[in-house]
């Protein structure tokens, strides 16, 4: 079940919930026309139909706060630079929204740069690994991470899996194939189910 911010008041808490409600979906269908968007470009109009429903799609409401203590497991293998947020690649796709909040950097020609905030009426869009590997990684998922700050950093996420019962099993074209097991795991507010990689080959099925 959803977790909702405590506020000073009822009316208070109702509006959370409420612009919580129609910034998600208002994010969904910012990953849904990115997807067709994808399938028109690279010319597969079946890509799509493996996103109409979104039971595996998630929003999270995102808080960095300051610390002074620094974390030496927080720093980073590529450049030992203090992070918040570890180096990783994510799996589907990404709606994203930082504000005024520096702090996000992503990884081109082997250098980590800056991603420019998105302010208050701008969405960032990243391409997981799961959709690089449905479109033959024609799109490339981009390594990014979060580095310390000094100030208490908000962000908002929103995650589009694939539907439920949609085949990720294979490409678009059958040149490569990759397994991707459904996984449900255990937490404080109740199981989530999340896409894990389980297996790869390149032969043609």
């Known amino acids: 079940p959803n977790v909702w911010p405590e506020t000073e008041t009822v009316s208070s808490t109702r509006n959370s919930r409420r612009y919580s409600r129609l ?11 990115f997807i067709r968007s994808i399938a028109r470009s690279l010319e597969f109009p079946q890509l ?3 996103f109409v429903d979104d039971e595996f799609s998630a929003m999270g409401l995102r ?29 589907t796709v990404t709606v994203l929204s930082t504000f005024k ?9 082997f ?21 690089g590997d449905i479109v033959d990684d024609k799109l490339k998922s981009v390594k990014h991470r979060v580095v310390e700050t000094t100030f208490d950093r908000h ?3 929103y995650f589009l899996g694939p539907q439920f019962d949609a085949d990720i099993s294979r490409s678009m074209t059958n040149k ?3 397994r991707w097991s459904k996984s449900t795991r255990s937490s404080e507010n109740g199981s989530r189910i999340i896409l894990v990689p389980s297996s790869f080959s390149t032969t043609k099925q």
């Open 63 to 91: 808080r960095y706060p300051y610390r002074r203590l620094t974390n030496q497991n927080m720093l980073s293998d590529f450049d030992g630079t203090l992070l918040r947020e570890l180096e990783h690649i994510d799996s």
């Open 48 to 50: 799509p139909e493996l």
């Open 111 to 131: 250098e980590y740069l800056d991603v420019p905030v998105t302010g208050d009426d701008k969405f960032i869009v990243n391409i997981g690994k799961l959709v």
């Open 176 to 178: 490569t194939y990759r």
């Open 101 to 109: 909040n520096g702090g996000l950097q992503a990884l081109y020609n």
């Open 155 to 157: 962000s908002i996420t």
């Open 23 to 33: 910034d998600s979906r208002s994010d969904e269908n910012i990953g849904r026309a």
